[in-house]
């Protein structure tokens, strides 16, 4: 190769550390050290109202649990730093206007209600919703007095109105989307920050990334970070659109189908070397029917052009068998040592004893009493859940809406919990005795546990939002 393979993964810290973010860092990670390049992580957080700082930190964690390190990252440091975006703002403001100056991007003084009608217009003729280019011909003097004025505008780019854009997918071959599918995105926003496309292809420009590896929602994207190199006369780097992972359904995976988070698997006992072997797994075949290997052994045989297109089937119950067989591997020490550290270890059991010693009198009692503690998804079997006199579709309305809130909730304390599930169950109107208890039943199968939202603390975010759906889906059918 011609120059050095430099690669990135660039997570926006806006949710859980998702399986598709270290699905996607696995082919990023093991391409790099097959041909001794260098693995980078970026923190994309421009959208400043949905980032999170507890985001972050969970998603670098459990990279690092699934022992992909990187050479550059926002915790590391590195020669072409900083690798926050929201860090960088100065960076984007500079090449903002570098395209302003080469007339390839222009200002939008457009307001967002002239943009709503203009947007209902075209809906209403049956054409493609986009920008109607108001703005592209502002005389220079009269944009220079608006600005001046202090009134609000976005950096938009000046698409070209005929033509296609075409370019060249790793696995996919030439790709070419006519322009009229291309609007005039938004490079930069109004407050300041850049538009994903924008920072996205200046930050990999500025950071030499040598190949792009991406999932396949991002090829539609792709004409638009073209369009940009052109416009600023770089080079692009080689793009590579990765398949989806799917649900059993076909349909992309998603949280209301399959846990999508890595901190579901780390607490559900899924050993780290699984789940990589079994991303591996995903759309690409070690060869001779080898099914487990490791992440060194995946490395050196491995080729970017032996992935295969069809959508991987993420299946949970496929990952489980996996996990099996990797714990029957486990030497004696290190089986003993997972289960005390990861399950019954120290910090856990400390932080449920005030829990649980009022609460006992023999410790006999402390497996089958607080099972739901260690347990993953539980057994409903003859317990009522369904509070008298309320519809299955009122209870399925109201799990819904809870464990949607549950998904932002990520200050996850008895405090915020127990003032989220008071609001919740206010707005909805339900007695505190049917709401209460529906809950308690479903997230620790038990009438009588301690007090819930200790207790919601303690199972953790990820196996509550889990049993909330799973109940929902099996026993309720959603």
Same mark, same amino acid.
């Given at each position: 190769?011609?120059?050095?393979?430099?690669?990135?993964?660039?997570?926006?810290?806006?949710?859980?550390?998702?399986?598709?973010?270290? *699905?996607?860092?696995?082919?990023?990670?093991?391409?790099?050290?097959?041909?001794?390049?260098? %693995?980078?992580?970026?923190?994309?957080?421009?959208?400043?109202?949905?980032?999170?700082?507890?985001?972050?930190?969970?998603?670098? $964690?459990?990279?690092?649990?699934?022992?992909?390190?990187?050479?550059?990252?926002?915790?590391?440091?590195?020669?072409?730093?900083?690798?926050?975006?929201?860090?960088?703002?100065?960076? *984007?403001?500079?090449?903002?206007?570098?395209?302003?100056?080469?007339?390839?991007?222009?200002?939008?003084?457009?307001?967002?209600?002239?943009?709503?009608?203009?947007?209902?217009?075209?809906?209403?003729?049956?054409?493609?919703?986009?920008? &109607?280019?108001?703005?592209?011909? =502002?005389?220079?003097?009269?944009?220079?007095?608006?600005?001046?004025?202090?009134?609000?505008?976005?950096?938009?780019?000046?698409?070209?109105? $005929?033509?296609?854009?075409? %370019?060249?997918?790793?696995?996919?071959?030439?790709?070419?989307?006519?322009?009229?599918?291309?609007?005039?995105?938004?490079?930069?926003?109004?407050?300041?920050?850049?538009?994903?496309?924008?920072?996205? #292809?200046? &930050?990999?420009?500025?950071?030499?990334?040598?190949?792009?590896?991406?999932?396949?929602?991002?090829?539609?994207?792709?004409?638009?970070? #073209?369009?940009?190199?052109?416009?600023?006369?770089?080079?692009?780097?080689?793009?590579?659109?990765?398949?989806?992972?799917?649900?059993?359904?076909?349909?992309?995976?998603?949280?209301?189908?399959?846990?999508?988070?890595?901190? *579901?698997?780390?607490?559900? @006992?899924?050993?780290?070397?699984?789940?990589?072997?079994?991303? @591996?797994?995903?759309?690409?075949?070690?060869?001779?029917?080898?099914?487990?290997?490791? =992440?060194?052994?995946?490395?050196?045989?491995?080729?970017?052009?032996?992935?295969?297109? @069809?959508?991987?089937?993420?299946?949970?119950?496929?990952?489980?068998?996996?996990?099996?067989? *990797?714990?029957?591997?486990?030497?004696?020490?290190?089986?003993?040592?997972?289960?005390?550290?990861?399950?019954?270890?120290?910090?856990?059991?400390?932080?449920?004893?005030?829990?649980?010693?009022?609460?006992?009198?023999?410790?006999?009692?402390?497996?089958?009493?607080?099972?739901?503690?260690?347990?993953?998804?539980?057994?409903?079997?003859?317990?009522?859940?369904?509070?008298?006199?309320?519809? #299955?579709?009122?209870?399925?309305?109201?799990?819904?809406?809870?464990?949607?809130?549950?998904?932002?909730?990520?200050?996850?304390?008895?405090?915020?919990?127990? &003032?989220?599930?008071?609001?919740?169950?206010?707005?909805?109107?339900?007695?505190?005795?049917?709401?209460?208890?529906?809950?308690?039943?479903?997230?620790?199968?038990?009438? &009588?546990?301690?007090?819930?939202?200790?207790?919601?603390?303690?199972?953790?975010?990820?196996?509550?939002?889990?049993?909330?759906?799973?109940?929902?889906?099996?026993?309720?059918?959603?």
């Amino acid at each position: 190769m011609s120059r050095e393979v430099r690669v990135r993964i660039a997570p926006s810290p806006t949710g859980d550390p998702h399986v598709g973010t270290a *699905y996607t860092a696995l082919f990023n990670y093991v391409f790099a050290k097959k041909n001794k390049g260098k %693995f980078i992580v970026r923190i994309e957080d421009t959208d400043q109202s949905r980032a999170k700082s507890s985001s972050e930190d969970m998603i670098l $964690t459990s990279l690092k649990w699934l022992g992909l390190k990187w050479d550059e990252g926002p915790d590391v440091g590195g020669e072409f730093g900083p690798y926050k975006q929201s860090e960088r703002l100065p960076i *984007y403001k500079e090449y903002s206007q570098k395209l302003i100056d080469n007339g390839t991007a222009y200002h939008c003084f457009c307001t967002a209600e002239r943009l709503d009608t203009v947007r209902a217009q075209q809906k209403a003729e049956g054409l493609t919703t986009r920008y &109607d280019g108001h703005c592209r011909t =502002l005389a220079a003097d009269d944009v220079k007095k608006r600005i001046a004025a202090s009134e609000k505008n976005v950096i938009r780019l000046k698409v070209p109105t $005929t033509g296609t854009v075409k %370019f060249e997918d790793h696995l996919r071959g030439e790709l070419e989307f006519d322009v009229d599918r291309v609007d005039d995105q938004v490079l930069m926003k109004t407050d300041g920050f850049p538009t994903y496309h924008l920072a996205n #292809v200046v &930050d990999d420009y500025l950071m030499k990334i040598s190949h792009v590896i991406r999932a396949e929602e991002w090829i539609s994207s792709t004409p638009k970070h #073209v369009l940009l190199y052109r416009a600023f006369g770089w080079e692009a780097p080689v793009f590579c659109h990765l398949p989806l992972l799917r649900n059993a359904d076909k349909s992309k995976i998603s949280k209301r189908k399959n846990p999508v988070s890595l901190s *579901y698997y780390k607490r559900a @006992g899924i050993l780290p070397q699984t789940l990589v072997n079994y991303l @591996g797994m995903m759309g690409w075949s070690f060869g001779d029917d080898k099914e487990m290997f490791s =992440l060194d052994e995946m490395i050196e045989v491995f080729d970017l052009k032996k992935i295969s297109l @069809g959508g991987p089937v993420f299946d949970l119950a496929k990952l489980t068998w996996l996990n099996q067989h *990797y714990i029957q591997k486990l030497s004696p020490d290190h089986f003993v040592d997972y289960i005390r550290d990861e399950i019954f270890s120290k910090h856990y059991l400390l932080a449920l004893r005030p829990l649980l010693q009022d609460r006992m009198s023999r410790f006999e009692q402390f497996v089958d009493n607080f099972s739901f503690f260690f347990n993953g998804p539980l057994n409903y079997q003859g317990i009522d859940i369904l509070p008298k006199g309320k519809e #299955v579709a009122s209870m399925q309305l109201m799990l819904n809406e809870l464990v949607e809130q549950l998904d932002e909730l990520y200050d996850w304390n008895h405090s915020a919990i127990h &003032d989220l599930l008071n609001a919740h169950r206010e707005k909805i109107g339900w007695k505190p005795k049917d709401y209460f208890m529906s809950v308690r039943l479903i997230a620790t199968g038990r009438k &009588d546990s301690p007090p819930l939202a200790e207790s919601l603390e303690q199972i953790g975010r990820e196996m509550v939002r889990f049993r909330i759906r799973n109940y929902l889906d099996t026993s309720l059918g959603k």
